[in-house]
């Protein structure tokens, strides 16, 4: 079984900064590529941010400049350092793996205060 456990979330003022962590545990050696998505309320599940095992990443429009992704192929791990975060920066932020097929963390409050 496949777990994804994610950390980092919290409340910050607009223009702060938060790192947000994720570490697969279970029987999982490898992976496609992982990612962060998140949802606000009342909208749609939408991507931040992904990278792929090789290193390509992707970042939504909204996020460039701001959001850096990496990752531990070792550990199984995504971060996301997020700077200069903005009032509609709030929502909850998912994990994602894919690897065969798709699994998501419980997810991660980031409430960003104006």
């Known amino acids: 079984q496949v777990q994804l456990v994610e950390s980092g979330g919290g409340l910050v003022q607009a223009g702060g900064s938060l790192r947000l962590s994720c570490a697969a545990s279970g029987r999982l050696v490898n992976f496609n590529a992982m990612g962060w998505y998140r949802q606000a309320p009342g909208k749609q599940r939408e991507v931040v941010a992904t990278v792929t095992s090789g290193g390509s990443t992707y970042y939504a429009d909204s996020v460039k400049g701001r959001f850096t992704i990496s990752r531990d192929n070792a550990k199984i791990a995504v971060y996301l350092q997020m700077n200069n975060l903005k009032p509609e920066d709030t929502a909850v932020y998912y994990c994602?793996?894919?690897?065969?097929?798709?699994?998501w963390g419980q997810g991660t409050q980031v409430t960003v205060s104006s």
């Open positions: 994602n793996l894919r690897y065969y097929t798709t699994y």
